[in-house]
């Protein structure tokens, strides 16, 4: 492995994030414990903890929550990893090694929404990114999880939560990285901050384009408001 280029490394990490982004268990759980049901056929037809939650319950629901957000975060840590192992060989600063948690997050996430083993028809990606984004910076993860919790307690609405959690990720990468550990500490360069934020406003047009339909229906006033079956 020395001896592979960067562009060895990033394939390797593009593809092993996507087949465990796709490994859905909200489909999973939901059918081994509801006989079979396959979840992407109740309620909104969205395979995420949101449906989840509403049309089955708890039990699989906490379970799709733990599952997909530990994909998430194995996902992103394997990323960095790999591209860890690729500096020490290749003389690159530590921070590149950040990249691959970034490529990693992303195709999680596609991953999660387009899955391979289940017909490219998964969920939004929500709880894949959140995981992201707390093994990324904790920072970016303390953001994106107050205002989630902040819209929610105020709307009960997931979707807007998501929705604002996600807007709010491109641009704390930005201010966080920029104003603090470029031009404050000088602990990366200013190409880190340009390219990690590109790579937030990849994931974030992702996350918000999925949420297009719930946009229509909060400007509609017709957006359910978070209750659970039981």
Request: glycine fraction near 8%; charge should be positive.
């Amino acid at each position: 492995m020395p001896n592979l280029t960067i562009a060895a490394y990033s394939l390797i990490v593009v593809v092993l994030s996507y087949l465990l982004g796709s490994i859905s268990f909200s489909i999973i759980f939901t059918k081994r414990l509801h006989n079979n049901i396959d979840i992407r056929t109740l309620g909104s037809g969205n395979a995420g903890l949101t449906n989840v939650l509403r049309s089955v319950g708890v039990k699989a629901g906490i379970l799709t929550l733990i599952f997909d957000f530990a994909k998430g975060a194995v996902s992103v840590y394997a990323g960095r990893m790999i591209f860890q192992y690729f500096c020490t060989f290749s003389g690159m600063p530590p921070y590149f090694a950040q990249y691959g948690a970034y490529l990693a997050g992303l195709f999680c996430m596609i991953g999660h929404i387009y899955p391979v083993y289940f017909n490219f028809r998964g969920g939004k990606g929500v709880l894949s990114s959140a995981a992201m984004l707390l093994v990324l910076d904790w920072r970016l993860f303390a953001v994106a999880i107050g205002i989630f919790i902040l819209t929610f307690a105020l709307s009960q609405i997931v979707s807007l939560g998501s929705i604002l959690a996600s807007a709010s990720f491109p641009i704390a990468n930005f201010l966080f990285l920029y104003f603090q550990d470029y031009r404050a500490m000088q602990a990366v360069p200013q190409s880190y901050v340009w390219i990690t934020t590109l790579f937030a406003c990849m994931i974030s047009s992702l996350l918000i384009w999925k949420h297009r339909q719930n946009i229509k229906r909060l400007k509609s006033g017709t957006e359910k408001k978070l209750k659970i079956h039981r």
